[in-house]
T-cell receptor, first 112, second 113 residues
Framework: DAKTTQPPSMDCAEGRAANLPCNHS???????VYWYRQIHSQGPQYIIH???NNETNEMASLIITEDRKSSTLILPHATLRDTAVYYC?????????????FGTGTRLQVFP | DVKVTQSSRYLVKRTGEKVFLECVQD?????MFWYRQDPGLGLRLIYF???????EKGDIPEGYSVSREKKERFSLILESASTNQTSMYLC????????????FGSGTQLSVL
């Protein structure tokens, strides 16, 4: 029951920007969007999160559309070490739950 | 460097055995989580804990239990392992209840034969 939709896989040339899209058309007004990534044989790693303004940190930038129905994670200069599965997550809230639900993510392959 | 440590990287057990998966974090986090990860299904939440001796069921708690006797340690218990519990198990901790910023261990690949 993930609330996000991501392409299953993408490729990117080393040194180029990797733009990973995510659709979250049912997002509520106060729900944040989170991005994690999982490198092979490791646990997922937090990247960034945002509500409605664009966000940037040392790892990536997050661009959220004005209607908040989609977002894009940008890795400005992809390296081979950025090859991973990237998860876009929206917080799920109901009367008895408040948590993050991971979907199946986008497998990003960075090639030389 | 912050760390979540899972006791075993690989584990092989037989059907019916009682299995303990241990997780320790050194960040003084209140909140700890157990997930399992299966191909095509993503990560699914099994149990979580907001405090010592406290536990809450996640989305798939059946066949599992947990123990949190100390703040830094959160154990996942398979009372009687079955083949459908073969999976990658991931422990995480967080300073916030929702787990917005989760720190994960490297995982335990459990095979139940």
């Amino acid at each position: 029951d993930a609330k996000t939709t991501q392409p299953p896989s993408m490729d990117c040339a080393e040194g180029r920007a990797a733009n990973l899209p995510c659709n979250h058309s049912t997002i509520s007004g106060n729900e944040y969007v989170y991005w994690y990534r999982q490198i092979h044989s490791q646990g997922p790693q937090y990247i960034i999160h945002g509500l409605k303004n664009n966000e940037t940190n040392e790892m990536a930038s997050l661009i959220i559309t004005e209607d908040r129905k989609s977002s894009t994670l940008i890795l400005p200069h992809a390296t081979l070490r950025d090859t991973a599965v990237y998860y876009c997550i929206v917080r799920v809230r109901s009367y008895n739950t408040d948590k993050l639900i991971f979907g199946t993510g986008t497998r990003l392959q960075v090639f030389p | 460097d912050v760390k979540v440590t899972q006791s075993s990287r690989y584990l092989v057990k037989r059907t019916g055995e009682k299995v303990f998966l241990e997780c320790v974090q050194d960040m003084d986090h209140e909140n700890m989580f157990w997930y399992r990860q299966d191909p095509g299904l993503g990560l699914r939440l099994i149990y979580f804990s907001y405090d010592v001796k406290m536990k809450e069921k996640g989305d798939i708690p059946e066949g599992y239990s947990v123990s949190r006797e100390k703040k830094e340690r959160f154990s996942l218990i398979l009372e009687s392992a079955s083949t459908n519990q073969t999976s990658m198990y991931l422990c995480a901790s967080s300073s916030d209840r929702v787990g917005e910023k989760l720190f994960f261990g490297s995982g335990t690949q459990l095979s139940v034969l």
